[in-house]
Every structure is written in C-alpha cells, then in structure tokens.
Nanobody
Framework: QVHLEEFGGGLVQAGDSLTLSCYAS????????VGWFRQAHGKEREFIAA????????YYADSVKDRITISRDNVKNTVYLQIDNLRPEDTAVYYC??????????????????WGQGTQVTVSS
C-alpha cells in the first residue's frame, strides 16, 4: 500500500517563500522517485520538479527552476518543495507523486502510479 499526503499549502503574499511537504507511507521509499506537479484552475497539470532515486538527481521545469528547490529526507519518508518569490501565477493545487524508478520521464505525469490529494497554494498580489 502506498499513500502520499501533501502539507504546507495556504494563502500567502506575493514575494513570500513556502515549503510544501509530501509524506509517503510506503516501504523502500528511498528506491522511488518523487515528483511535484501543480494544476491551476482550468489548466492542465504541470510538472514542477522531481527527485530521482538514482544518485540524488533532481529535475526542474524551466519555467520555475530559478525559484524552486526540491529535497528529500529518506529517514522521514518525506520530500520537500521550497518555492521562493511566490507570484500570483503560482496559485494552484500542488500534488506529489511516486512510482517505480524508470530512470527517465520524471516530467511526465503518466510516469507516476501514486498521487496525493493535493494541497492548495494561493498567492495574493
């Protein structure tokens, strides 16, 4: 059984920083990649960042890579997503996801089998 849960969303001001957490209830967490995606109202789900289980490699979407940091704590079964200098266009539901390690395709939603329920981030101007 795999269960993911996101924490840390809320209402923030433009320019603030925010750290989201994704806790994974599962075995062998360190062997699985974890990705973060977001979905704004009326838009498609968008890849943000991923943390591979291979050598700690990280991947970022070009649109946010200057403001995003992904990290993981395998002891706590948790992956974090820090977003700096938040903008109103960052308003979305943020999801974490995991699935078998495939060595590639981290930016594709279909690469992941398990998803959290999402946490809403709203950025006011």
């Amino acid at each position: 059984q795999v269960h993911l849960e996101e924490f840390g969303g809320g209402l923030v001001q433009a320019g603030d920083s925010l750290t989201l957490s994704c806790y994974a209830s599962m075995r062998a967490f360190n062997s699985y990649p974890v990705g973060w995606f977001r979905q704004a109202h009326g838009k498609e789900r968008e890849f943000i960042a991923a943390f591979s289980s291979y050598f700690g490699r990280t991947y970022y979407a070009d649109s946010v890579k200057d403001r995003i940091t992904i990290s993981r704590d395998n002891v706590k079964n948790t992956v974090y997503l820090q977003i700096d200098n938040l903008r109103p266009e960052d308003t979305a539901v943020y999801y974490c996801a995991t699935g078998p390690e495939r060595g590639s395709g981290y930016d594709y939603a279909r690469s992941y089998d398990y998803w959290g329920q999402g946490t809403q981030v709203t950025v006011s101007s």
